[in-house]
């Protein structure tokens, strides 16, 4: 059974600062990873979706890693703003289904 | 495009009251799931549709639960008769055909009381 853990569970820091998201997940026979970002009371809005067979993925301020043999994967988030601030999901799709992390959810200070 | 649509936003309702959620994917997507996250918890897997048949429920927590996707456009998910257990944000989500990008709704708040 598949289990995916992100670290840290919260995380806060000043606007401007770099940061790193973790998730790490039990079973490496993935299909795909993916990077949500959920805003209280919205949906989920993907950030980032990375194939088995990539190793990272950019898309602006953002870049995400993946290390299947190992079950890890990062969001890197540059130069952060305040209106990053959300719950950031990092989910694996083995089968068809996406196993979640319970999130972290991160608040950037002006 | 439009996204995925989620009716209602929000509902409350009695313990053992029926209750149907709506879900209309981007047209074109094959794929569509339903997703639950309870309170504290992380978002679960309920079920999968490719077009309109089921292709895993595992998901799904009892046979009070009860989903349908009509000639592979919206997908309804009913409850009958709700318990407090099934309060909780059910998510759908939609995807083109095999492992590819799922896009997500705002979500449905269901409060059972």
């Known amino acids: 059974k598949q289990e995916v853990t992100q670290i840290p569970a919260a995380l806060s820091v000043p606007e401007g600062e770099n940061l790193v998201l973790n998730c790490s997940f039990t079973?490496?026979?993935?299909?795909?990873l993916q990077w949500f970002r959920q805003d209280p009371g919205k949906g989920l809005t993907s950030l980032l979706l990375?194939?088995?067979?990539?190793r990272e993925q950019t898309s602006g301020r953002l870049n995400a890693s993946l290390d299947k043999s190992s079950g890890r994967s990062t969001l890197y988030i540059a130069a952060s703003q305040p209106g990053d601030s959300a719950t950031y999901l990092c989910?694996?799709?083995?089968?068809?289904?996406?196993?979640f992390g319970k999130g972290t959810s991160l608040l950037v200070t002006p | 495009e439009a996204g995925v649509t989620q009716f209602p936003s929000h509902s409350v309702i009695e313990k053992g009251q029926t209750v149907t959620l709506r879900c209309d994917p981007i047209?074109?997507?094959?794929?569509l799931y339903w997703y639950r996250r309870v309170m504290g918890k992380e978002i679960k897997f309920l079920l999968h549709?490719?077009?309109?048949?089921?292709?895993?429920e595992s998901g799904m927590p009892n046979n009070r639960f009860l989903a349908e996707r009509t000639g592979g456009t919206y997908s309804t998910l009913k409850v009958q008769p709700a318990e407090l257990e099934d309060s909780g944000v059910y998510f759908c989500?939609?995807?083109?055909?095999?492992?590819?990008?799922?896009?997500f709704g705002q979500g449905t708040r269901l409060t059972v009381v």
């Open positions: 989500a939609s995807s083109r055909q095999g492992y590819t990008e799922a896009f």
């Open positions: 079973d490496s026979a993935i299909y795909n």
């Open positions: 990375i194939q088995s067979s990539q």
């Open positions: 989910a694996v799709i083995s089968g068809y289904a996406l196993n």
């Open positions: 047209s074109g997507h094959d794929n």
């Open positions: 549709f490719v077009k309109e048949s089921k292709q895993d």
